[in-house]
RNA sequence: GCGCCCAUGGCUCAAUGGAUAGAGCAACGGAUUUCUAAUCCGUAGGUUGCAGGUUCAAGUCCUGCUGGGCGCGCCA
């Protein structure tokens, strides 16, 4: 909140102080590594430097010449390279605290999404087998990312894209058919690219028991499409119980096959036709992403007349654009970054601006157990699925651990360390911190006070309770980095160092003195707007806050 | 061979081009008559993989190496 204030101040110093100069870019307004370079600091004075041919100490005294006459600030200093100083007034703390804890929330209002639509899609894996933890990693992060661009004021959509109809769906059927077969004794050679997971094993046990022998040894396009679609019913209703146990939920669930009933497909290729980018070659149809930066042109249609996957989805992206989203955001797991650059010149090709989809990649999870990595492939049937690692760690340990480290990061899961409720989970730490508040808060009221009551801020004068303050009001800062870099690691790192500053607090003051009962108010208030910020981020992060432990 | 991502204390990781590179875990030493010790305080631990370059300023940007992950299909 200060942070916005600061910003605004500054510019208007500027403008006074060199009213012919443009504005530079972009300043940053932050917190310094020290206190005893102030409660922030700001590098104007560098960033402006060439602008105003003059050294940043000359123009960092003259902007906070300004600045000390203005009585939110208590303190007003040019550092010994040209960084401007500020500390704030007590009284601009004091109110910044009062307004979070009248207003709540909406004290961080943000506008920046205000009317417009952005749209999420994640997940997104193939109704052929589980999901994995791989696509719990996702699923956590483009959740949290979803929360953080709906705090920031956007309307947006979850979507789920998955493919019900291409031939992967068909080997699906096939090994199921294959599985059935086994069941009823009948000994089939699985196909060398089939699905050997255990899971179709106990379809097909349930399917004997449904439909007895009909299907034995009986292989046709009937047969085919049954199979099809009851595994993928099956695939299906396993993918939305282990999402829904994981709390996580979608919008839109978008089919591929939907682009080509409703001609959605073809109309994007005599679109990319129209416009130039189309040839044929070898049979084929070809789309020459070469001449929008991509290294090479790439197949649209098989000779064999079916669409490849490239271009279904560039009609999925040209779909999105139809829809009336603002902004897209796709999140792929890294194996798909070569696919990023196709995606993105058939964007080109359509005339679709290059800033309305980003994607976002990340690293892949490796489980760790017994110090051993635990390997994985839904093909070969060997994986922990996302159902299992939440059964066995939980909802709130799997979402915090996929999400505590940047996307870009690979991310080694502990099994044996998510299972100990021991500080190698932060989420513990955090979640201590807001039963305890939640105590506090109990035991005041045990104790006669009541805890509605607004205590007289003025009294909180501690060095503890100044720092307390500072961490929570700067909530809004944290959101935006978040948004800004699709780093929902910023959130869990900011939570942490509020219920460390908290925890330190805890230790060493009392909340509840019945012999100085304005202290005690005056306490019971910051703590309510520590509980307050607290409960903000863990549901932006998707996690409970239990109030006892 | 080409492309993308990564390399930071013993371990796991932070750090929109900004000040003395920060946390947590592990290690060692302390703190509880108190609202929850799942907590707190202290100590120790670093030439940010290597070599150059760009500039007021480089962990961050550029070039070249080394090592690891992932791609490089008329698969998805």
């Not at 960084?83 to 929330?105: A, C, Y």
């Not at 990023?340 to 976002?360: M, N, S, Y």
């Not at 863990?538 to 409970?544: E, M, P, Q």
Request: some cysteine.
């Amino acid at each position: 909140m200060l942070s916005k204030t600061i910003k605004e101040k500054l510019i208007s110093s500027y403008t006074r102080s060199f009213p012919s100069f443009p504005l530079p870019e972009q300043f940053t307004v932050e917190i310094p590594p020290s206190e005893e370079f102030g409660d922030f600091a700001t590098n104007i004075s560098f960033i402006s430097a060439s602008i105003l041919h003059k050294s940043p100490v000359e123009i960092a005294k003259s902007i906070a010449g300004i600045l000390k006459e203005d009585p939110f600030f208590s303190d007003v200093t040019v550092g010994g390279k040209g960084f401007i100083n500020m500390k704030v007034s007590d009284d601009v703390l004091r109110d910044t605290l009062t307004k979070i804890i009248e207003e709540k929330e909406d004290a961080f209002e943000c506008d920046i999404g205000k009317d417009k639509k952005y749209q999420v899609e994640f997940v997104s894996a193939n109704p052929t087998g589980p999901l994995t933890v791989g696509h719990g990693r996702q699923a956590a992060i483009g959740d949290v990312i979803s929360n953080v661009l709906e705090f920031v004021g956007y309307d947006v959509t979850r979507e789920y894209y998955f493919n019900d109809a291409g031939n992967q769906m068909n080997v699906l059927a096939r090994s199921l058919w294959v599985r059935y077969n086994q069941e009823l004794g009948v000994d089939i050679e699985m196909p060398e690219e089939g699905y050997r997971g255990e899971y179709l094993i106990d379809i097909a046990k349930e399917m004997v028991e449904k439909v007895g022998d009909e299907y034995r040894e009986r292989w046709d396009e009937d047969v085919k499409a049954f199979f099809r679609s009851y595994a993928a019913d099956k695939m299906f209703d396993w993918i939305k119980a282990d999402l829904s146990k994981f709390n996580i939920g979608f919008d839109v669930w978008f089919s591929e096959s939907s682009l080509h009933k409703d001609g959605k497909v073809n109309e994007t290729i005599e679109e990319l036709r129209k416009r130039g980018y189309v040839y044929e070659k070898d049979g084929a149809t070809w789309f020459a992403a070469s001449k929008l930066g991509d290294y090479k042109d790439w197949v649209l249609v098989k000779s064999t007349g079916e669409p490849t996957y490239l271009l279904t989805d560039i009609a999925y992206h040209r779909d999105k654009a139809k829809r009336g989203f603002d902004k897209v955001l796709d999140i792929w797991g890294a194996d798909h970054h070569g696919h990023v650059p196709r995606v993105k010149a058939g964007l080109k090709a359509l005339g679709i601006e290059d800033d309305f989809c980003d994607i976002l990649l990340h690293q892949f999870v490796t489980l760790i157990q017994r110090g051993k990595e635990v390997r994985m492939s839904t093909r070969r049937g060997e994986f922990v699925t996302l159902g299992d690692l939440i059964d066995t760690v939980g909802a709130d340990v799997a979402k915090y651990f996929f999400v505590m480290l940047s996307p870009d990061t690979h991310l080694s899961f502990d099994l044996d360390l998510a299972r100990t409720k021991s500080m190698d989970n932060p989420v513990f730490y955090v979640q201590y911190a807001h039963a305890r508040i939640c105590n506090v808060l109990k035991h005041a009221e045990a104790n006669g006070l009541d805890v509605n009551r607004e205590g007289d801020v003025s009294l909180l004068t501690t060095p503890e309770e100044k720092t307390l303050i500072k961490d929570i009001e700067r909530l809004d800062d944290a959101i935006l980095d978040a948004y800004a870099t699709f780093g929902p690691h910023k959130l869990t790192r900011y939570v942490e160092e509020v219920a460390k500053a908290f925890h330190i607090y805890y230790t060493k003051y009392r909340f509840v003195d019945k012999s100085n009962l304005e202290l005690s108010y005056a306490r019971l208030s910051l703590v309510k707007a520590v509980q307050i910020v607290i409960r903000i981020v863990s549901r932006l992060i998707g996690i409970s806050m239990p109030e006892n432990m």
